[in-house]
């Protein structure tokens, strides 16, 4: 069982860039395919980006994509989270996701097994 360790989260201006990072514990991470969600409070957890470890692309909502850029590296079993041009309703607490063997990137919170403990993302404006 893959134990997922977020960090990288803290408190930020509007306009600012932050990067969060998805440590795992097995090794090889691959053939795992990731995603990140975020939940703000009183609100259901969404699908922020996913991956297809194998390189079978990257999915985005439309409330990022541009902003938000998820990648990988494989030497450091890391999957990153780059955020771009943060704005106050990116505000909420940040989970990586991953589950075996997925080809495609999955953007619903049910297609995935494993999940990290969550890191604080705040966005003042």
């Known amino acids: 069982q893959v134990q997922l360790v977020e960090s990288g989260g803290g408190l930020v201006q509007a306009g600012d860039s932050l990067t969060l990072s998805c440590a795992a514990s097995?090794?090889?991470?691959?053939?795992?395919?990731v995603g990140w969600f975020r939940q703000a409070a009183g609100n259901e957890r969404e699908f922020v980006a996913a991956?297809?470890?194998?390189?079978?692309?990257?999915v985005y909502p439309q409330s990022v994509k541009g902003r938000f850029t998820i990648s990988k590296d494989h030497a450091k079993n890391t999957v990153y989270l780059e955020m771009n041009n943060l704005k106050p309703e990116d505000t909420a607490v940040y989970y990586c996701?991953?589950?075996?063997?997925?080809?495609?990137?999955?953007?619903?919170?049910?297609?995935?097994?494993?999940w990290g403990q969550g890191t604080q993302v705040t966005v003042s404006s």
């Open positions: 996701a991953a589950r075996k063997n997925l080809l495609k990137p999955v953007s619903d919170t049910g297609g995935y097994d494993f």
């Open positions: 097995e090794r090889p991470f691959n053939p795992y395919g």
């Open positions: 991956m297809a470890w194998s390189g079978g692309g990257t």
